[in-house]
Structure formats: structure tokens, C-alpha cells
């Protein structure tokens, strides 16, 4: 389904999980999975430590939509009989079914493209061409999310990159070094975001419902140019707002904000203090070897969002290249979807994001589920040197005109 993306092995060594003797959570799985850890690994660790939690249908489908394997379900599924009490009878429902075929989606837009690390300034080295590997980042939190794009989709896929380099087990750092890893990379966030604060660049945010078939039954679309205006102020410009049918799902402030600062995720040195923050591994992703790390929000304060899920840390730069998860909180009636984060070297220092995509299932206590595709690109980025950081929000007028401008 990803156009210009490769899965490929990722080796996790799961060093935080592997320290103790307790059972396996739900979330433990679950960060397993997304994190790329090997089939045989995860079965391992299901065997050694059991899990302590009941699989059931619902979890069963967001373990399979994570990546998980016929092996991985029938060792959890085990692990599950072996927990019951002897003389209990059996009332644990059965796992989804592995013959299920995939939803027929919508055709969606193409995927990040191969992205490249710029050779240093004056250097002779040539860019290594590299795509972030898949993780298959598909239902299970709710939300509103973003559409495939099918009627402006470029027909031609991107390049191929080569084959990536063996994917032997890299080596853990000491665990002592892991904090000073962890500041490294946030204060390389700071850098970046303040560096992302001095570009111009376009935003297209794209939703769509799909029906019970696959079928795209509404959409929403906002287009932005983030720019500088003769003060040097920044501004949220809107450039294209037509009318939207989103079926059984409405746009909210909050969506509109996690748009803005929670898919292009930054992770800076002020942030740190409000987030659990786990090392998970050393991985090869395409021609990067990166740090896997865990982002979990200690607190959710009031009227506050936060990101939920893993990113992935090159080890040379120490800067967040993808990331994957969700935003949070989610009340009754405001869902968000999981999402995947791809990142791009712009100016051969920074890694700035470029795509984002989220395809899943928002469940709202009554109602069928809302199957919703998220679609949001990030292009043109332009360095303008503003010392203003103040970003203003440009309301939609009442009928904003419905053609958009061409590409």
C-alpha cells in the first residue's frame, strides 16, 4: 500500500524490557510490535515472562494491524490458556481470525519519498539515498484523521532505493550513557525546532471517512502557508478551505492543533520534564542505524495534548527521523488515530518533517466505528530569518472559494 517504502527487518534488543522477570502488558506488546521487534524475539519473550492480560478479539485485531504474526497470536494465545486457573472454564473469546483479508481502502497518496542525508558542506561524499522502513501504523486509536489523497495522487511511484546494508544485531549503549543520549537529542530538537521556526514552508491537511467497502463518503481539506509578514511575524496563512462532508465525524480546535504540533512531533529539552521516556533498542532502518525510544506523557494536564507512542533517533545525528503513536488524551466523543511521522534532512543539518500518515478505526460510545485516513505534507520549506516566533491563526471565511490553486 506504501508507495516508496520498504519493510525491512528491524533487529530490537528491547533492553528495558528484557531487565525484569514481570509479565508482559497489553502496551508492552504493543510497543514490541511497532518498535519492529523480530517475530521470534517477542515469542520469546511471551514464553519467558507470560503477559498479564486476557487476549481477546478487540486486542487480538490491534496486536494483527500492529504487524503481529500467526506465531506471535498463538504464543499469546497460550500464554493466555496457561494463565487461567485449572479448573476455570474456558469463556476467553478466540482470537481474530488469520485469514481475514485486508480492508479494500481507498487508493491513497503516495508515501514519503526516498529521502537522502546531505553530505556535509564542502565534502565530496555523495548523499546515501534511504527510505524509513514501514511499520505498518494502521487502526487502533481513535480519531479525526486525514484522507488518502486519490484525486491529485501522482501516478509515478518515486525511485527505488538500493538494497539497505546487512542487518546484523547492532550493540546497545551502556545503560549509563542512555540519559546523556536522551538530552542529546532533545537539545538537538530544541535546535531544530527553533532553526523549523525560521522556514516558510506549505502544509496540506487531508481527511477522509471511508464506508463499510473501502470507499471514500466524505472528505476534509485545509491547505496553509506558513510564512513571515513584513514585520517579519509569523503567520498561519489558509490558501484553500472548500466546503467538507465528513460523514459521522466533525473537524474540532483540537484537530486543528494536533495538525500544527503534535503529528510533526518535537521532542525539545523543555519538553522532557513532561514525559516517561524508555530506551527500547538499537535498529537498522534502511541506511540509518537509530535509537528506539518510548514517549509516554507522566501527566495529562487540562486542555494540554501530549504525543503517545516511539521514535526512532539516528545514532549519528541524534535527531528524531520518524515517529509513531498518538495523540492524547482522547475523551468520549474527541478521537485521534495512530499516526506515522517521516522526516527528511532539508538543509543538510536538520531533519525536518515532510509526511504524515494515519488509517484507522475511531470507535465513539454509540454509532458504528469511523473508518478515517489521514493525509498531511509538509513542501516548500524556505529559510527566512525572522526573530519573531508569534503564529497567528487566519480564520476561514464564511464561504471560502472551492477551487484550489494548481501544484
Given at each position: 500500500m506504501w508507495i516508496g517504502i520498504t519493510a525491512v527487518a528491524l533487529v530490537l534488543l528491547v533492553a528495558g524490557l528484557a531487565r525484569a522477570a514481570s509479565p508482559l502488558s497489553a502496551d508492552d506488546v504493543t510497543l514490541l510490535l511497532i518498535g519492529g521487534t523480530p517475530s521470534q524475539r517477542i515469542i520469546s519473550l511471551v514464553q519467558q515472562r507470560g503477559i498479564d492480560f486476557?487476549?481477546?478479539?478487540?486486542?487480538?485485531?490491534?496486536?494483527?494491524?500492529?504487524?503481529?504474526?500467526?506465531?506471535?497470536?498463538?504464543?499469546?494465545?497460550?500464554?493466555?490458556?496457561?494463565?487461567?486457573?485449572?479448573?476455570?472454564?474456558?469463556?476467553?473469546?478466540?482470537?481474530?481470525?488469520?485469514?481475514?483479508?485486508?480492508?479494500?481502502?481507498?487508493?491513497?497518496?503516495?508515501?514519503?519519498?526516498?529521502?537522502?542525508?546531505?553530505?556535509?558542506?564542502?565534502?565530496?561524499?555523495?548523499?546515501?539515498?534511504?527510505?524509513?522502513?514501514?511499520?505498518?501504523?494502521?487502526?487502533?486509536?481513535?480519531?479525526?484523521?486525514?484522507?488518502?489523497?486519490?484525486?491529485?495522487?501522482?501516478?509515478?511511484?518515486?525511485?527505488?532505493?538500493?538494497?539497505?546494508?546487512?542487518?546484523?544485531?547492532?550493540?546497545?549503549?551502556?545503560?549509563?550513557?542512555?540519559?546523556?543520549?536522551i538530552?542529546?537529542?532533545?537539545?538537538?530538537?530544541?535546535?531544530?525546532?527553533?532553526?523549523?521556526?525560521?522556514?516558510?514552508?506549505?502544509?496540506?491537511?487531508?481527511?477522509?471517512?471511508?464506508?463499510?467497502?473501502?470507499?471514500?463518503?466524505?472528505?476534509?481539506?485545509?491547505?496553509?502557508?506558513?510564512?513571515?509578514?513584513?514585520?517579519?511575524?509569523?503567520?498561519?496563512?489558509?490558501?484553500?478551505?472548500?466546503?467538507?462532508d465528513l460523514k459521522d465525524v466533525l473537524m474540532t480546535e483540537q484537530d486543528i492543533k494536533a495538525f500544527q504540533d503534535i503529528q510533526p512531533f518535537v521532542l525539545t529539552t523543555q519538553d522532557l520534564p513532561e514525559y516517561n521516556i524508555r530506551y527500547l533498542g538499537h535498529v537498522h532502518v534502511d541506511y540509518l542505524t537509530c535509537y528506539v525510544f518510548s514517549v509516554r506523557p507522566k501527566e495529562i494536564k487540562k486542555r494540554q495534548q501530549y504525543f503517545d507512542g516511539v521514535v526512532w533517533v539516528d545514532d549519528r545525528d541524534l535527531q528524531v527521523v520518524k515517529a509513531e503513536g498518538r495523540n492524547v488524551p482522547q475523551t468520549r466523543n474527541n478521537r485521534f488515530p495512530r499516526f506515522t511521522t517521516w522526516r527528511q534532512q532539508i538543509d543538510g543539518k536538520y531533519w525536518f518533517p515532510t509526511f504524515t500518515k494515519a488509517d484507522d478505526m475511531l470507535y465513539f460510545p454509540a454509532g458504528p466505528p469511523v473508518h478515517i485516513v489521514e493525509i498531511i505534507k509538509y513542501t516548500d520549506y524556505k529559510q527566512f530569518k525572522?526573530?519573531?516566533?508569534?503564529?497567528?491563526?487566519?480564520?476561514?471565511?464564511?464561504?471560502?472559494?472551492?477551487?484550489?490553486?494548481?501544484?
Open positions: 486476557k487476549l481477546n478479539p478487540s486486542l487480538a485485531k490491534e496486536f494483527r494491524q500492529d504487524g503481529a504474526s500467526d506465531a506471535v497470536m498463538d504464543a499469546l494465545l497460550h500464554a493466555t490458556e496457561r494463565a487461567k486457573p485449572p479448573a476455570q472454564p474456558s469463556t476467553s473469546s478466540p482470537p481474530a481470525s488469520t485469514s481475514q483479508p485486508e480492508p479494500n481502502l481507498a487508493p491513497s497518496a503516495p508515501g514519503p519519498m526516498p529521502i537522502a542525508r546531505a553530505a556535509a558542506p564542502g565534502s565530496t561524499e555523495a548523499a546515501v539515498p534511504i527510505t524509513t522502513s514501514s511499520v505498518n501504523p494502521v487502526p487502533h486509536a481513535p480519531s479525526v484523521a486525514a484522507p488518502a489523497d486519490t484525486a491529485k495522487a501522482s501516478a509515478a511511484p518515486p525511485p527505488k532505493p538500493a538494497a539497505p546494508p546487512g542487518d546484523a544485531p547492532l550493540s546497545d549503549p551502556p545503560p549509563s550513557e542512555i540519559s546523556s543520549i538530552h542529546a537529542f532533545a537539545a538537538k530538537e530544541e535546535e531544530f525546532k527553533e532553526a523549523r521556526d525560521n522556514y516558510a514552508y506549505h502544509q496540506i491537511n487531508k481527511v477522509e471517512t471511508l464506508d463499510a467497502n473501502g470507499d471514500v463518503d466524505g472528505s476534509w481539506e485545509q491547505d496553509w502557508d506558513i510564512m513571515f509578514n513584513e514585520n517579519g511575524g509569523r503567520i498561519l496563512k489558509v490558501t484553500y478551505a472548500p466546503p467538507g525572522a526573530k519573531s516566533k508569534i503564529i497567528s491563526y487566519t480564520p476561514i471565511p464564511p464561504n471560502p472559494p472551492a477551487t484550489k490553486p494548481k501544484q
